[in-house]
């Protein structure tokens, strides 16, 4: 069987297992894990994404994918974003102001889930599934959405981490809360699609990068910044808009190729 789907497919972390856009949507050929690309057979149309796979860990795996180049009809870029600077410990990281790398030049098309870059913005197709509209009940005021590696070390609020693969228990959890406070690119931006207000702890580059922008500040000072966090209503409407496009894009060019 020929792999067309090649994301970072690990079922230990919610937003990697759901950031695939074959989960949404009709792409035929089978799923592969970017980390095991010595042992699959390519399909003639190969998409990879979604995931923070612009990063130290993914590179030589990228650029392993793109030496495969002559292999494929087409190579597409969905929804993958850039995850370059990261303090497993929890320290709070800068942007990372670096260039993307040259080996993106070699897809046919591009699309990264990084707002405000040189590259088309598609946000992770994972706004695709039906379980956003579902309308989740408040019950608490804050609840706090950990990173499962880096926790944050905040007390007294309801708390998970993004570990597994039950993406319904996370979005019932974090609509549970007006308020999230997290250190995970998902927690995040899945808050935002839900209409809840969220506050970010950036030990990771890729928590700046967001399209609607959360409050970024230190564990430390969250408090003082609670009355400044917004909701984005047209979030999820406008994430969707722009994966439809894409696939649009997408189709069009695997007819073609």
């Not at 609509?175 to 702890?201: E, F, K, M, P, Q």
Request: hydrophobic share 40%.
């Amino acid at each position: 069987m020929t792999t067309g789907n090649i994301y970072r497919r690990d079922k230990t972390n919610v937003g990697d297992w759901y950031c695939a856009p074959c989960r949404y949507f009709q792409l035929p050929d089978a799923e592969g894990d970017i980390l095991d690309l010595d042992n699959v057979s390519l399909a003639p149309h190969v998409i990879v994404g979604g995931g923070g796979l612009i990063a130290k860990t993914f590179h030589p795996f990228m650029e392993k994918l793109v030496a495969r180049k002559p292999e494929m009809q087409s190579l597409v870029a969905w929804g993958i974003g850039e995850s370059e600077n990261i303090d497993k410990t929890g320290k709070i990281v800068l942007p990372y102001d670096g260039d993307y790398p040259a080996y993106l030049k070699a897809f046919d098309l591009v699309g990264v889930r990084d707002f405000g870059t040189a590259y088309r913005w598609v946000p992770c197709a994972s706004c695709m599934s039906e379980l956003f509209d579902t309308d989740y009940a408040v019950t608490t005021e804050i609840c706090v959405y950990e990173h499962k590696r880096i926790p944050l070390g905040i007390s007294g609020f309801p708390t998970i981490s993004n570990s597994g693969d039950d993406l319904q228990a996370v979005l019932r959890f974090l609509g549970s809360a007006h308020l999230v406070i997290t250190n995970s690119y998902h927690g995040a931006y899945w808050a935002t699609l839900l209409g809840r207000r969220v506050i970010v702890i950036p030990s990771m580059s890729k928590l700046y990068r967001f399209a609607h922008a959360p409050v970024i500040c230190t564990a430390q000072d969250w408090a003082k910044y609670v009355g400044v966090t917004q909701q984005y209503p047209n979030a999820l409407a406008e994430s969707r808009e722009a994966n439809l496009a894409f696939y649009k894009d997408v189709l069009s060019l695997q007819a073609n190729k």
